[in-house]
């Protein structure tokens, strides 16, 4: 598929992988059955989110394979000291600007979704890793019935030339933890490429700073009965910069966020009555 794919792609349906991110085959359900197909196509504006940190070197790349018929890009710039904000509007001048509150990825996430219009938020990193032709294919997700389609490197068709062995081991052992306490069947538990309908965005009330905001709302998702699909996602290198995550501080937020929300009584989806 070439670069600037269109999101309102109806060939984009669910078949074996061929190696083209937009030909993938998505998961079943792995949570929830609350989805529903929504909007008809004409109905959908797509709001994409990136979260950005000096990464002035690396938003041109993201910019440029945005699908061409999105709605609005918003870009949630942690106050970089690098030229990010001026490069982003220079090369593509619709970019809204949004200014994080405070530090972190969560809170960057946070404020994207507030100040998305459309109805289809995708959220995806600013550093090269995650490839906007795939949009296209969690738009699809969504469309097809899904409340909230989440990228998983780690399902068939899925890859990563990214990650380290340290940081796939934690990935492992904490995505199982979160299957083990949550019924869930993830394959991937901390990726930062998913796409949500923005009526659920309130449901999920991402209330965390850092790292951890996927796990967040890999588990708010779930534990509120949405119909979460995982959607295959090829990760490439950061194009260049340094990483923000550190495996060992990050690690433990995580978990940390794991043991929270499971002692949490929020969001628990109700079972449902035996009397009338
Ligand atoms: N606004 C904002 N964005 C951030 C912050 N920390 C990280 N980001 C962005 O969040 C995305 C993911 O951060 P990365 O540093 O790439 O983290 P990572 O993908 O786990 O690490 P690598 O695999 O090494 O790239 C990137 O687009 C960052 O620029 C922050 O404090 N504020
Ligand atoms: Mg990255």
Redesign the pocket.
């Known amino acids: 598929m070439g670069a600037n794919a269109s999101i309102r792609d109806r060939s984009l349906v669910v078949g074996e992988y061929t190696g083209d991110p937009c030909e993938a085959a998505t998961s079943p359900l792995v949570r929830g059955g609350g989805g529903h197909a929504g909007p008809g196509a004409a109905d959908v504006r797509v709001s994409v989110v ?4 000096d ?1 002035a070197d690396n938003i041109p790349h993201v910019l440029a394979r945005l699908p061409e018929d999105l709605d609005e890009v918003i870009l ?3 106050h970089s000291v690098d030229d990010t904000v001026a490069i982003a509007i220079a090369i593509r001048p619709s970019v809204r600007v949004v200014m ?1 509150p405070r ?3 969560g809170a ?1 996430i946070a404020a994207g979704f507030a100040a998305a219009r459309g109805t289809i938020i995708v959220m995806i ?3 090269g ?1 995650n490839d906007p032709a795939e949009i296209p294919l969690f738009v699809a997700a969504l469309m097809a019935g899904a409340d909230f389609a989440k990228g998983s490197r780690f399902m068939p068709g899925g890859r990563s030339a ?1 990650i380290t062995l340290v940081r796939r081991l934690g990935n492992t052992a904490l995505n199982r933890a979160v299957n083990g306490l949550f019924g869930t069947t993830y394959t991937d538990l901390c990726y ?1 490429f998913n796409a949500i309908w923005a009526r659920h965005v309130a449901t999920l009330d991402v209330n965390c700073d850092g ?1 951890e905001v996927e796990t967040l709302m890999n588990i708010r998702a779930a534990r509120a009965g949405l119909a979460v699909v995982e959607v295959p996602s090829f990760e490439h290198e ?1 194009l260049s910069g340094a ?3 550190s495996a060992w501080r990050d690690g433990r937020r995580v978990l940390r966020t794991i043991v929270r929300e499971r002692f949490s009584t929020r969001g628990v989806q109700a079972r449902p009555s035996l009397t009338a």
């Open positions: 990136v979260p950005t940190l990464e949630v710039d942690g994080a530090r972190g990825k960057a990193d600013a550093d890793s990214d930062g790292f950061r990483s923000k995550l």
